[in-house]
């Protein structure tokens, strides 16, 4: 398969880069943590570069910034904001990012593969991994004898960043005249960001349903069109609009419009795309599944405006 496979709108599909972190433990020795990343987050891999310190930094994994090909990018130490201790610092790898419309590196052990492969491959974590990872994994991939996390970038670099941590963000919460008459689905895999989406859309007056993955809204979305087929009643009749990240476990944003586009009695649904991934390519592809808005993850007042837009569109004739 060529790269370009990965835009075709029927492909439920991504590649992760493997990644390790060499944890020292207390006794002495040494335990390799496997993790991955969404390759559509990464521009480039590099050896540790020189690094200049930044002064008077308030997190310990900040490394300092470096220069590349003349953009001065932060970077950032994975295993302290982890928790743990790199065990060895000589052959360090530097996954390089852009995602949320940031610049940003990531200091790891070293970088191993590529898997192919499609989205119900990715296990939503339980309770209990969330718990010890601090939020921060939002899928589990299991391969041959090993496990791999896929982090949650975005949280990462928002609690080193506050202009991307969506709680700080003010959101206008003003009542919309109607609203309570409207049911909204909200699909995201973070938990964090699904309360702070269907809080302020239940400020607004709207009635809200949130879900962990792409996989959750297709199985209530089937389970309300039969409940109104039922009832003799539209799908539409009993939800109104549908807000999807596109990372999410077992199914993706684009997979979840497409099937939403291709079913009937779904059709005229209208789905927004909401994500730090809105990159050209994957702005076409969001275009050709049938989203009706494109929304870049953190822009809450821009994902606000839009969803006011469409229900004035769509919903109020």
């Given at each position: 398969m060529t790269q370009n496979s990965l835009l075709n709108v029927n492909n439920n599909e991504l590649e992760i880069i493997e990644f390790l972190i060499d944890e020292r433990l207390?006794?002495?020795?040494?335990?390799?943590?496997?993790?991955?990343?969404?390759?559509?987050?990464?521009?480039?891999?590099?050896?540790?570069?020189?690094?200049?310190?930044?002064?008077?930094?308030?997190?310990?994994s900040v490394l300092g910034t470096f220069n590349l090909r003349g953009k001065v990018l932060p970077i950032l130490?994975?295993?302290?904001w982890l928790g743990k201790e790199m065990a060895s610092e000589e052959n360090n790898k530097v996954i390089v990012t852009e995602f949320s419309g940031v610049q940003a590196a990531f200091l790891v052990s070293?970088?191993?593969?590529?898997?192919?492969?499609?989205?119900?491959?990715?296990?939503?974590?339980?309770?209990?991994?969330?718990?010890?990872?601090?939020?921060?994994?939002?899928?589990?991939?299991?391969?041959?004898?090993?496990?791999?996390?896929?982090?949650?970038?975005?949280?990462?670099?928002?609690?080193?960043?506050?202009?991307?941590?969506?709680?700080?963000?003010?959101?206008?919460?003003?009542?919309?005249?109607?609203?309570?008459e409207f049911h909204l689905l909200v699909a995201d895999d973070s938990s964090s960001l699904r309360h702070i989406i269907k809080s302020?859309?239940?400020?607004?007056?709207?009635?809200?349903?949130?879900?962990?993955?792409?996989?959750?809204?297709?199985?209530?979305?089937?389970?309300?069109?039969?409940?109104?087929?039922?009832?003799?009643?539209?799908?539409?009749?009993?939800?109104?609009?549908?807000?999807?990240?596109?990372?999410?476990?077992?199914?993706?944003?684009?997979?979840?419009?497409?099937?939403?586009?291709?079913?009937?009695?779904?059709?005229?649904?209208?789905?927004?795309l909401f994500s730090s991934l809105i990159t050209e390519a994957l702005h076409d592809k969001g275009v050709k599944v049938g989203a009706d808005r494109q929304v870049s993850k953190p822009d809450l007042p821009g994902l606000s405006k839009i969803i006011r837009e469409l229900i004035a569109e769509k919903l109020h004739k």
């Open positions: 207390p006794d002495g020795g040494t335990y390799s943590g496997h993790y991955g990343i969404n390759v559509a987050k990464v521009l480039e891999i590099i050896r540790l570069p020189s690094v200049t310190s930044v002064p008077s930094k308030h997190d310990a130490n994975l295993a302290a070293s970088v191993t593969s590529i898997h192919r492969m499609t989205w119900d491959r990715i296990e939503p974590p339980n309770q209990y991994v969330q718990a010890y990872s601090r939020e921060s994994i939002t899928g589990v991939l299991r391969i041959q004898d090993r496990v791999l996390f896929v982090l949650d970038m975005e949280k990462i670099l928002a609690s080193l960043d506050s202009t991307l941590d969506m709680s700080q963000v003010e959101v206008d919460t003003t009542p919309v005249e109607g609203a309570g302020s859309l239940e400020k607004s007056g709207f009635q809200v349903t949130a879900v962990g993955s792409g996989r959750e809204a297709w199985d209530y979305l089937t389970q309300l069109r039969n409940e109104a087929q039922s009832k003799q009643m539209e799908l539409t009749d009993m939800v109104h609009l549908v807000i999807s990240d596109i990372e999410m476990p077992e199914m993706d944003g684009h997979a979840l419009t497409l099937k939403i586009r291709e079913t009937p009695g779904m059709q005229q649904l209208p789905v927004i």
